[in-house]
């Protein structure tokens, strides 16, 4: 049943403790106010020690973008993270869920955090249904771990996030895909059930095992891109593919200077006619390193008869620069341009040129890669950009995007630059984010301040 809830008595424990200071904000410290003993008395009753779950004292390594909490948890089943956010409930301790920890600096800073949920020990694939295509896995569980897993059998998540260490619920909650969401679609597309518990230790179940309509609130939909606002991804059940036997990636290099091989346009004409192939393209990449050259593309074929398939690619590629076949990616195939600081351009297919034309009007050098055939681009800026360049840059790249109905999103900067402009820009679900806030977690003690609006 759809968004079926599984209430469990309460934890009882007390609560209370002294403020300090951090990142501007009030949050609890033990031994400090005017009764140091009363102070940490206090504390130390707040503790979530008595959930039976392994907690710690938090330490400067687990501050969550420059906030540090108070404790780290690390619960090893749905249990005991609904026993965790009941203690966090019953005493107004803000909770952020933590999985493989590799994007530090993915969003706002929480406007509080005084427990930290770490997914580590949720990990592991309790069922693989190699017949039906179907997996069941903690949310713990590595990307590179499941893909080993499903492999034994033939099999793939086509998810393929770059980074292997990237936890199964983190992927879910930041929305993350790769190169195959051309051909495959993104994580809403491939979950079909989840097990998530809500900010009252409440927990809830939404799909199953397999592909279905179902009535109510899809979880599932909410959690992806939940940024742990909405509470803890703890199961996912995901569609599988077959690993495919051939893979063959045709790559297309302009010369590095000289005239453009093409109209200012030409390379939307391209991309359509790649998209639209009878080759049947799984992905289609672009890299681009340099305003002063025309991007690198990369196009993906699988499958049956690969080989003749990615030949005619080659042909309609051979254009745009020198076009080879080969059973390798290229080495930027899926990798981020930059991982401090990292921007996502979203806009409608066949539109890649005005976007690139956006990026290079800006006053920084940035190098754009991604599904360049699906409208989702991000750009990385060096290191060391100065907040007020990086505001202007990110004001002028916006206002480029919205005449072509795209949008930009800050996805990873320094705490400096992510609080010198609004990450997300203008949002036109926000109401609708609001109300889903206010009826799942009405006390926000889920991540608070980190989605747009501040929810």
């Known amino acids: 049943m759809d968004g079926r809830r599984e209430d469990t008595p309460q934890e009882t424990a007390p609560h209370g403790a002294a403020p300090y200071r951090t990142a501007g904000r009030t949050v609890p410290e033990p031994g400090t106010g005017p009764d140091r003993t009363a102070g940490t008395t206090a504390r130390e009753a707040a503790a979530p020690h008595g959930t039976g779950v392994a907690v710690r004292e938090a330490g400067p390594g687990d501050a969550v973008s420059g906030v540090r909490p108070r404790w780290v948890a690390l619960p090893e089943s749905t249990g005991e993270v609904a026993a965790l956010l009941r203690h966090a409930a019953a005493h107004d301790l803000a909770v952020v869920p933590v999985g493989g920890g590799t994007k530090p600096h993915r969003g706002l800073p929480p406007e509080r955090c005084d427990l930290v949920v770490g997914t580590g020990r949720l990990d592991g694939v309790p069922e693989h249904a190699a017949g039906d295509l179907i997996v069941r896995v903690m949310a713990g569980t590595t990307m590179g771990t499941l893909a080993a897993v499903l492999a034994e059998r033939g099999q793939r998540l086509c998810l393929d996030v770059p980074d292997g260490g990237a936890t199964v619920g983190g992927t879910l909650a930041t929305a993350e895909a790769g190169p195959l969401r051309f051909r495959y679609g993104t994580a809403r597309d491939l979950l079909i059930g989840v097990t998530v518990v809500l900010a009252d230790g ?13 009535a109510g609130y899809d979880l599932g939909k909410l959690f992806t891109g939940s940024h742990g ?38 390379l939307d004409e391209l991309t359509g006619l790649l998209a639209a192939s009878p080759a049947e393209p799984s992905a289609i990449e672009a890299d681009w390193p340099d305003p002063g050259r025309e991007p690198s593309l990369a196009v993906l074929v699988e499958g049956t008869a690969a080989e003749e398939r990615a030949r005619a690619v080659r042909d309609l590629l051979d254009g745009h620069g020198p076009a080879r076949v080969t059973d390798e990616a290229p080495a930027w195939w899926g990798a981020p341009p930059g991982e401090e600081t990292l921007l996502e351009l979203r806009f409608p297919p066949g539109r890649a040129c005005g976007a690139l034309r956006a990026v290079a009007a800006g006053v920084l050098p940035a190098r754009v890669r991604g599904s360049i055939a699906s409208g989702v681009l991000r750009a990385g800026l060096p290191s060391g950009v100065a907040p007020p360049e990086f505001a202007e840059f990110v004001t002028s790249v916006r206002d480029g995007l919205a005449g072509l109905g795209g949008r930009l999103t800050v996805v990873a900067a320094p705490p400096a630059l992510m609080t010198a402009v609004d990450p997300w820009g203008p949002v036109s679900a926000l109401p609708l984010m609001r109300r889903v806030r206010e009826r799942l977690d009405p006390g926000r003690r889920m991540s608070p301040g980190r ?5």
């Not at 409440?202 to 179902?214: E, I, L």
């Not at 803890?232 to 063959?248: G, S, Y």
């Open 451 to 455: 989605l747009p609006g501040g929810i």
């Open 202 to 214: 409440t927990v809830a179940r939404s799909g199953g095992k397999v592909v279905k309509n179902v």
């Open 229 to 266: 606002t909405l509470g803890v991804i703890t199961e996912a059940v995901f569609r599988l593919n077959p690993v495919p036997p051939v893979r063959r990636w045709v790559v297309a290099e302009p010369p590095a200077s000289g005239p453009p091989a093409s109209g200012p346009d030409a």
